[in-house]
């Protein structure tokens, strides 16, 4: 199994993102993450998907993608710029020796601060935001929150 990402265009209207992850239920393809904005103009939306699967499994979904009415341009490239952004909330009581360094290594920073936690930002690859998360757990997070993939083609 592959982990693959594909960017859909799509028009902006009601249910065509219900339509695009009943193609993945109905067919038993797991979606990884998803992601939903609108574009600039407003008319249409930029679905991020990540999902798992073998080559030919991958080519049903492109194709099966292609068939939506709605759909106005699938991506399924490798040339993305991938990132993925984490919120980690950690209580002010835990020790926090090398957070500043963790922090800058994973693109990171303090965001909020009360009397009672901290939150911390990562944004980073996939792979990257996973190892932020593991080498996190030393302070003992009381939440974590991860986004889906955001993604935009090189080319």
Aim: glycine share 6%.
């Amino acid at each position: 199994m592959k982990r693959r990402v594909i960017s859909v265009i799509v028009l902006n209207e009601h249910g065509v993102l219900s339509r695009v992850v009943g193609l993945f239920s109905g067919r038993g393809y797991n979606i990884e993450s998803l992601t939903v904005a609108p574009l600039e103009d407003k008319e249409f939306s930029r679905i991020n998907i990540v999902t798992l699967g073998d080559e030919r499994v991958f080519e049903q979904i492109i194709k099966q993608l292609h068939k939506l009415i709605p759909t106005y341009k699938v991506i399924d490239s490798s040339d993305f710029i991938e990132k993925e952004t984490a919120l980690v909330k950690i209580a002010l009581n835990e020790n926090f020796a090398g957070l500043d360094a963790i922090l800058k290594a994973y693109n990171g920073k303090v965001v909020y601060s009360d009397s009672e936690s901290i939150i911390a930002v990562a944004t980073d690859d996939a792979l990257r935001i996973d190892n932020f998360i593991k080498t996190m757990k030393k302070y003992n997070p009381i939440n974590i929150v991860r986004s889906g993939s955001i993604l935009m083609e090189v080319r």
